[in-house]
């Protein structure tokens, strides 16, 4: 006896078959997602694919100031970055960068992780206190608190000369000029960068922190455990991923970081704070060198892609460990 393939449902009628889908149906819903991502497509090719294209064109040109008035240039192939790697300008400020970067994320994310542990232990009015303060703090645009800090370290009526005077640790620090010197100058630099950096570090942390379940905090007290021993081998290893988050893009930004060094010390003294963000702009928009600023540009974010490889990998590990 054949078997029959359709079958029949309890009235004993065979089931309704599927009407077929038109020609051309399956194509148009399809597209259909595409149409409606293609705004936010054209802006975002016009607004950062095409100025990384031309970087990219500008890159392998002679591009300087005459090409700005005449508009004329020579294609030069790699000369740009053969010149680049060879010259030692090059490399000092890529050494200060990745120093002054390491001290920066280090500081920004040390400082965050103790602020995040306090708001876990004060008391619901303190935490409201603290978080707002910190919203404050990061809502400050960089010129805005650039400026505002280079009038605090000014020589002569800075009020940080001032306290440091009244001190009367470091001697008479009213005309003390924190730009003429490199270490104060990165001192400053990096206590700003630092203060701008430690409040989403710390709320990111603290949103991580709050979700660590308190039964094996107090199992590990239980066993006798330090308070220490308990954020270390607790507490930290439920944020590592979020640790791993906010250093990853700590270091993208402080990489980058140009508005308050330029604003505070210009690079200088001599060229003792030009990490490459100021690098570039010097030899680009001083030199009108802009070829080669945009050859620095193209090594720079390379070397910026390299670094957080390495972050990126170790977080997407972290992720399926969870």
Do not use: C
């Amino acid at each position: 006896m054949p078997v029959t393939t359709a079958r029949r449902d309890a009235a004993g009628a065979p089931p309704a078959v599927p009407p077929r889908p038109r020609p051309g149906s399956r194509r148009r819903r399809n597209l259909a997602p595409l149409w409606l991502l293609s705004p936010a497509g054209l802006v975002l090719a016009v607004v950062t694919l095409a100025p990384i294209g031309f970087l990219l064109f500008t890159s392998f040109t002679d591009y300087n100031q005459r090409t700005l008035f005449t508009g004329a240039y020579s294609y030069v192939g790699v000369e740009q970055y053969r010149d680049l790697l060879a010259d030692p300008t090059f490399w000092a400020s890529l050494l200060r960068t990745v120093l002054f970067t390491t001290a920066m994320v280090a500081g920004s994310v040390l400082i965050g992780m103790g602020v995040s542990h306090l708001l876990v232990r004060l008391g619901r009015w303190w935490r409201y206190t603290v978080t707002v303060v910190l919203i404050v703090a990061w809502a400050v645009p960089n010129v805005a608190s650039s400026l505002v800090w280079n009038w605090l370290f000014q020589p002569g009526y800075g009020v940080v000369n001032w306290a440091l005077d009244q001190v009367g640790i470091f001697g008479d620090t009213t005309d003390l000029n924190w730009a003429q010197d490199p270490a104060r100058a990165y001192a400053s630099i990096w206590l700003l960068i630092v203060w701008q950096a430690v409040p989403f570090i710390a709320l990111t942390l603290n949103a991580a922190e709050s979700q660590v379940p308190t039964e094996y905090q107090e199992a590990a007290r239980l066993d006798g455990a330090t308070e220490l021993a308990v954020y270390r081998l607790v507490t930290l290893q439920h944020l590592r991923p979020t640790l791993l988050l906010v250093t990853i893009l700590s270091v993208i930004w402080d990489y980058n970081v140009f508005n308050q060094i330029w604003l505070i010390s210009r690079g200088g003294p001599g060229d003792a704070t030009a990490t490459l963000g100021v690098f570039t702009y010097k030899t680009a928009f001083v030199g009108f060198h802009i070829g080669q600023g945009a050859a620095i540009s193209v090594v720079t974010t390379l070397l910026l892609l390299a670094l957080t490889a390495v972050y990126i990998r170790n977080l997407l590990r972290s992720g399926e460990d969870l």
